[in-house]
């Protein structure tokens, strides 16, 4: 039986201001606030929300039999919680129906997976995480920022203990074959790879409201005819797409919600169902391993990455953005960490693009690739000598990061002893329990308790520990400090 | 074809552009070029186009015999010429200032007495109309429109006027009422307007009045370089970087925005050197406000070039950078970029039009042009990016093209004129 498997995507970036170079060193603010929340409530208002909407409306009139796929970005997540709330409610009510798959992704959207293995892991890690925390699904499946994939980066994706990925159905990977299928990773056969029919996609998102199409006006009914009439063993459809297709792309005014809507009906009468990527996944065998030795892509005629990195400017900007990317990784500063994310964002380096194809293209505030290039290397100018104060530059990476990791094993260490002098505390009250109402009520204050036992836990543990004790008692003595004066304060009172 | 300056005598992009459209015009077989110029010096190119020299050709009847004329008229004249336009003169002439072969006197420049040599030129255009035969007229600049109209008058050909520049962009609006009578009259009378970008084909279809019908773009293009500029080698800059401003040092040039501009780029980094070549009225005001900015020790002023010191400049620069406030076409960050220089140009200029490979800002805007300044000196994948693009780009931009767009326009306007 043929399956249609329907995914959408939502991402926005985080627009950068005009930023000169006069300016670096000495604002280290790098976004338009004004045009960020412009365009996003724009989005949200014209297509997120009636969008969503239609979804849920469709799959409460078919329970179980209209499925959908969505994945977010981070930055986009973190723009939608900002300024358009709504969108994440609805998004909640269509998982409710239990129809709904989230997909993972990179946080930023970025091109970590081109540029840094680990930022990239430590990215999808953190999405999914955020994912699990806001609707309670842990993503099966993974799509790369832009459907990026090659084999190598499947192979990590599937490191990563994710079952599929979606990429595109490009040409110069499939040849003669069809995209209507499941395939599987070559290097790792774990991994899935779902395609993208990117004929049928675009006839949705890049041509529906085209009057110039031979096609033009395109019904549900002719379109599920289309599908219907494909060969009857490629039974798996992926159609994917940007979810702002509905509503930005191709205006409401085109009644491209009214299509959507009809399109369970019509698949029901033709008897083809949809499924959600993990269940293709489940349900569809895979047919055999395919290559994909270079880049693959969604964006442009070309299908590949020469629009982000096609010409020398956008290679600098992304090798000196990712020359940075170690030290980003190991470093606690938050402001730094949401730049970081922030100035990942593929689009940045699409407005550098040269090429000419890039028909009406919008640059948002840059008036040409130089000009974007220009200010998106102020900032990076900025962002870099940020990262390089934070540590000396010309301490490397790794001996840098064994300093950092021996940090962090003490700080661990202290938490370790700190659950045991809680232990050893439960203990002495059994011992003494005439004390216990008193030392309950010293709980709440964490500080005494700390202290009270600090001068017990190290006379037990000498002969254990003797060379780190020194580090975590420092440490312990000047948390106490910070945490004690207060107190006195509110003594006098 | 009624010019007022050429190749290699020139003061500015006027002669550049007459010589490049002339040869770009030449290439085509069926084209016979004759080039009126006021006074030539001998050393013109003339292996495309025969050249008159306004200053040989008699207005007055002389007597005078056949050794004489030889004597007295350059190589490229030859007495039998000089006869020929003897024989067309239309009156008499004999109060003005002739000399003893019946011919007037002409400086070829821009003297103070302009409105009178503009008049005499037109005095000579009238004879040389008489004489020669032709099927359409090309007067290039204003200078020439009373010699176009004049020679429209008397041989009752259709008129082309080419629009360098307007007084307009000269003078940033407060025009001069006689230059601008001049153009307009120029105008008036023609049967084909064209104009080096669509920026002045505006101003002349709204501050002149034409019918859009009649006015046309005609883009200005750049011969490629000789071998010898080619070889010019480029210095290398690592350690200091030169942005470089080349051209008259006036108003319409917008140079104050440079300094302004320079002063903001000095203010963060110091490993820039900024060079304004060239001279003009504003050259003094500028060395003071480079001195009132704290600038002077990075900012150089190495006076007028010519020639080779041209491109040894651009070659020597990292950064070519063109202000104008006002700038019908501009040819010359076209050269820059021949030279592998890459260029900032003001949104104002008419070859922004036609270039990509460049970085565009308004001349007010001199944060963006400061910020562009810096990052073609920081980053060297956005300098080597507009280099190498930048030469493909221009080479691209070739007479010839413009030689049959020309060409075509010429028929058209034939056709038209006829009818």
């Known amino acids: 039986m043929k399956t249609i498997c329907l995914y959408f995507e939502i991402h926005q970036i985080i627009h950068l201001r005009r930023y000169r170079f006069f300016d ?69 009510q269509l998982n409710d129906t239990g129809s709904l798959e989230f997909l993972c992704e990179p946080y930023s959207h970025g091109l970590a997976a081109l540029g840094n293995e680990e930022s990239f892991r430590d990215e999808c890690n953190r999405l999914k995480n955020k994912i699990k925390e806001m609707y309670g699904q842990t993503p099966k499946v993974f799509r790369n920022s832009s459907l990026i994939y090659s084999d190598d980066i499947g192979a990590l ?84 797409m940007e979810l702002s297709a509905l509503g930005i792309f191709q205006p409401l005014s085109s009644n491209i919600l009214e299509f959507l809507k009809a399109l369970p009906k019509v698949a029901k009468d ?26 693959v892509s969604w964006v442009d005629e070309e299908r590949d990455t020469s629009c982000w990195l096609g010409n020398d400017m956008q290679r600098e900007a992304f090798n000196k953005l990712y020359s940075v990317a170690d030290r980003v990784r190991i470093c606690t500063d938050r402001r730094i960490k949401q730049d970081w994310d922030y100035l990942q964002a593929s689009n940045n380096f699409r ?15 840059y008036d040409s690739p130089f000009d974007a290039f220009t200010n998106y290397m102020n900032i990076l100018g900025d962002f870099i000598s940020r990262v390089n104060n934070l540590y000396p530059t010309d301490m490397d990476n790794e001996e840098l990061n064994s300093l950092l990791t021996t940090i962090q094993n003490q700080d661990e260490e202290i938490a370790a002893k700190d659950r045991e002098i809680e232990k050893l505390q439960k203990q002495l009250e059994k011992y003494n329990p005439s004390k216990s109402p ?23 543990k000498a002969a254990k520990k003797e060379p780190e004790k020194k580090a975590p008692a420092k ?3 000047k948390k106490a400090e910070p945490e004690e004066k207060p107190k006195a304060k509110k003594a006098k009172k | 074809m009624f010019g007022w300056e050429f190749p290699p005598h020139i003061l500015g992009g006027l002669g550049t552009a007459s010589y490049g459209l002339t040869k770009g015009l030449s290439l085509q077989q069926d084209m016979d070029i004759t080039f009126c110029l006021p006074k030539p010096w001998g050393d013109e190119d003339q292996s495309f186009m025969k050249i008159i020299g306004m200053n040989n050709v008699p207005i007055v009847w ?119 009578s001049i153009e307009k009259n120029g105008m008036d009378y023609a049967d084909c307007i064209m104009c080096v970008s669509e920026l002045t084909r505006r101003t002349v279809i709204n501050e002149y009045h034409q019918d859009p019908r009649k006015v046309f773009t005609m883009h200005n293009a750049v011969y490629p370089l000789p071998q010898e500029y080619q070889d010019i080698p480029r210095p290398d800059h690592s350690k200091e970087k030169v942005v470089t401003f080349l051209g008259r040092i006036t108003m319409q040039k917008g140079p104050e925005y440079f300094v302004e501009a320079a002063s903001l780029v000095l ?49 020597d620069s990292d950064v070519y950078i063109m202000p104008s406030v006002s700038e019908p076409f501009g040819i010359s960050p076209l050269e820059a970029m021949q030279c592998g220089t890459p260029s900032i140009i003001s949104k104002q200029s008419g070859c922004a039009e036609i270039l990509d490979k460049c970085i565009k800002t308004d001349y007010w805007d001199v944060h963006a042009m400061a910020d562009a300044i810096y990052a073609i000196c920081t980053y060297p994948s956005l300098f080597k990016y507009l280099q190498e693009e930048g030469i493909k780009e221009v080479n691209g931009i070739t007479w010839e093209k413009v030689g049959v767009r020309i060409r075509g326009l010429y028929d058209q306007t034939i056709s038209n004129y006829n009818h």
């Open chain 1, 351 to 365: 407005f550098m693009t040269t090429k000419h194809n890039s028909v009406g293209m919008n640059r948002g505030i």
């Open chain 1, 438 to 460: 008193e030392l309950k009520a010293d709980k709440e204050k964490k500080a005494t308790v700390k202290k009270e036992p600090e001068k017990k836990a190290p006379v037990k």
């Open chain 1, 475 to 477: 440490k312990a003595a």
């Open chain 1, 270 to 295: 033709r008897g083809i169902s949809f499924s959600t990527p993990s269940e293709v996944i489940k349900n569809y065998p895979s047919v055999g391993a395919i290559d994909v030795p270079y880049n």
């Open chain 2, 267 to 315: 203010n963060r980094t110091r490993n820039i050197r900024f060079c304004m070549a060239g001279s003009g009225d504003m050259m003094d005001a500028m060395i003071y406000l480079a001195a009132q900015r704290g600038i002077a020790d990075r900012f150089h002023f190495p006076g007028f070039m010519r020639g080779k010191q041209v491109y040894e400049c651009l070659k």
């Open chain 1, 157 to 240: 994706v599937a490191d990563m203990g994710f079952e599929g990925v979606l990429t595109e159905g490009a040409k110069q990977v499939l040849g003669w074959k069809s995209p209507h299928f499941v395939y599987e990773n070559p290097i790792d056969p774990r991994l899935k790879v779902l395609l993208r029919d990117y004929k049928l996609s675009d006839d949705i998102s890049l041509r529906f409201s085209n009057t110039e199409w031979s096609e033009y006006p395109l019904f549900a009914d002719k379109y599920m005819d289309w599908i219907a009439s494909l060969p009857q063993e490629e039974e798996v459809i992926n159609i994917f």
């Open chain 1, 24 to 92: 670096i060193g000495r604002d280290h603010y790098y976004y338009d606030d004004y045009e960020n929340e412009r365009s996003i409530t724009d989005i949200a208002e014209r297509s997120y929300v009636p969008a969503l909407n239609a979804l849920i409306q469709m799959t409460k009139e078919n329970p179980g039999y209209f499925k959908v796929a969505v994945s977010l970005s981070g930055v986009g997540l973190e723009q939608l919680e900002i300024h358009a709330p709504q969108v994440l409610d609805l998004l909640g």
């Open chain 2, 62 to 180: 002389r007597d005078v015999n056949y050794d004489y004329v030889k004597s007295r008229v350059p190589g490229y004249m030859t007495p039998e010429d000089y006869y020929g336009f003897r024989d067309h003169i239309y009156a008499d002439f004999s109060y003005m200032n002739t000399n003893d072969i019946g011919c007037m006197e002409f400086s070829g420049r821009y003297p103070d007495n302009l409105h009178e040599e503009i008049n005499n030129y037109s005095i000579v255009a009238g004879v040389v109309a008489r004489r020669q035969q032709f099927d359409i007229i090309h007067a290039h600049d204003w200078l020439t429109y009373p010699a176009g109209i004049h020679a429209k008058m008397v041989s009752g050909r259709p008129l082309c006027i080419h629009v360098h520049a307007t007084d307009f962009d000269r003078s940033r609006g407060h025009v001069n009422p006689t230059v601008y």
